[in-house]
């Protein structure tokens, strides 16, 4: 008698959150054993909670207000900063477009462009290795030590004329 009022009692409670026991198998109710109880920790309690726990209705409204205010003053402060950062950064894009665009003008008026550069420097290459080859010749390359602009600069009566008659028996 005692199995059939608790059936009774189980089914009824089943119906009232809307369900039936005919869904739930005897094992389902076993197997509930196997699963440790959830652990249960008292409640974390904030600053801001602990105060609203111990004030009335019109106090809380108060708290609530205050603490709505304090984060818009926050949210005002972040959208400040940002504003001054994008003021300084877009003071600091006009400068680089001015030099940039300086940059430019002085590339154009100079006409010094990167593929100008490149064949010059390929055609001192060229001479260099044509100089190198051509120095490999003994006759050549004594010719050319011979009549080199630089050791003239040696023997030019420039120089000798700016040296007094006593300088230049010390130079000799």
Request: proline share 5%; aromatic share 8%; charged share 20%.
């Amino acid at each position: 008698m005692k199995t059939v009022n608790s059936h009774d009692s189980i089914s009824t409670q089943m119906q009232g959150i809307g369900t039936t026991l005919s869904h739930f198998l005897e094992t389902h109710f076993v197997h509930t054993a196997f699963y440790p109880p959830a652990p249960m920790a008292p409640p974390e309690w904030t600053p801001f909670l602990q105060t609203m726990a111990v004030s009335n209705v019109y106090g809380q409204v108060e708290l609530m207000a205050a603490k709505l205010g304090q984060v818009g003053q926050g949210l005002r402060l972040v959208q400040s900063l940002c504003d001054t950062h994008m003021k300084e950064l877009e003071q600091k894009k006009k400068e680089l477009v001015q030099k940039a665009a300086l940059i430019h003008d002085v590339q154009e008026k100079l006409g010094i462009t990167v593929d100008e550069t490149m064949k010059l420097s390929g055609e001192v290459y060229d001479l260099q290795w044509e100089i190198s080859e051509g120095m490999k010749d003994p006759k050549t390359a004594q010719y050319v030590r011979f009549h080199d602009p630089s050791r003239k600069a040696l023997f030019s009566s420039s120089i000798y004329q700016s040296l007094s008659s006593s300088e230049m028996v010390s130079a000799r």
